[in-house]
């Protein structure tokens, strides 16, 4: 296992346009978690799924924006009509259960809106 | 969600040890103390995380105040490459046990050759 996988890596996209990202976790792990990070700025929670269920949305999860995670593998995040203030960088993380564990993080997918 | 409070910014110099340290006053019985770190255009890495006891790994060292107020990660010998943010995260049960990482802004550390 290579670790948490996030494509694509960078992503520049004009305003209005829909974009999605893709997360592959570590295979084991049933907790996969997005995050969004600005210029900065520590990573902000977004979104959470244990195995194929959404278990918490942020309030910064706008209606725009929709997760998924078919069959509890990887995880789509979709942002529809994209304005200037999504850029950021969106990460992937998957972990076990518990508050004792690691969490691993993918290097990230950087959006751009142009 | 319990908050964590670290120094904006620390320098070292190269072979030197670190201490950063992170206050977290309002901790819970439950929670565990984690750190993690950013480099440049990466995604966060995990360094290390403890309960109670003091922790050893192989990237650093994790003490922990008596009582669990406060913390302090140690890195032994800092190099060039361990530039960059530390953060500091309680890692609890919140809203339903996502045990969710809620980062702050760390402390961004500079290491001078």
């Known amino acids: 296992d290579t670790g948490v996988s996030q494509n694509p890596r960078h992503k520049i996209t004009k305003r209005g346009q829909n974009v999605t990202f893709r997360c592959d976790p570590i295979?084991?792990?049933?907790?996969l978690y997005w995050y969004r990070q600005t210029l900065g700025q520590g990573p902000e929670f977004l979104t959470y799924f244990q195995n194929e269920a959404q278990l918490e949305k942020s309030r910064l999860l706008s209606d725009r924006f929709s997760a998924e995670r078919p069959k509890g593998s990887f995880s789509t995040l979709e942002i529809q009509r994209t304005e200037q203030g999504d850029s950021a960088m969106y990460l992937c993380a998957s972990s076990t259960p518990g508050p004792n564990t690691e969490a691993f993080f993918g290097q990230g997918t950087r959006l751009t809106v142009v | 969600d319990a908050k964590t409070t670290q120094p904006n910014s620390m320098e070292s110099n190269e072979e030197e040890p670190v201490h950063l340290p992170c206050n977290h006053s309002t901790i819970s019985g439950t929670d565990y103390i984690h750190w993690y770190r950013q480099l440049p255009s990466q995604g966060p890495e995990y360094v290390i995380h403890g309960l109670t006891s003091n922790v050893n790994n192989r990237m650093a060292s994790l003490a922990i105040a008596e009582d669990r107020k406060s913390s302090t990660l140690i890195l032994h010998r800092a190099t060039l490459r361990d530039a960059a943010v530390y953060y500091c995260?309680?890692?609890?049960?919140?809203?339903?046990?996502?045990?969710?990482?809620?980062f702050g802004t760390g402390t961004l550390l500079a290491v001078q050759p």
């Open positions: 295979s084991e792990h049933n907790r």
């Open positions: 995260i309680l890692r609890g049960n919140y809203g339903g046990a996502t045990n969710k990482l809620i």
